[in-house]
């Protein structure tokens, strides 16, 4: 098999990294918002805080 090019091999190592930490990051912050033993309270809280960032959004887009 031919030699890659130091180039292309550095892409390829930070493509790695970057996808590492996606995994990793990503599971803990889904874990986090949505946790296995999540109450029926959690998600009614959840919709509310999603409803009034909804809204909050809607207001800043009228305003410019």
């Known amino acids: 098999m031919r030699k890659l ?3 292309t091999v550095l892409y390829l190592k930070i ?3 970057i996808s590492f930490l996606l ?3 990503g ?3 889904d874990d ?4 296995k033993n ?3 309270e959690d998600y009614e809280r959840a919709h509310k805080s999603l409803s009034r960032y909804r809204s909050f959004c809607r207001r800043q887009r009228r305003r410019y």
């Open 5 to 7: 090019n130091p180039i």
């Open 15 to 17: 493509l790695e990294l």
């Open 23 to 25: 995994i990793e990051v």
């Open 27 to 29: 599971g803990r912050i």
């Open 32 to 35: 986090y918002l949505f946790p």
């Open 38 to 40: 999540a109450t029926s």
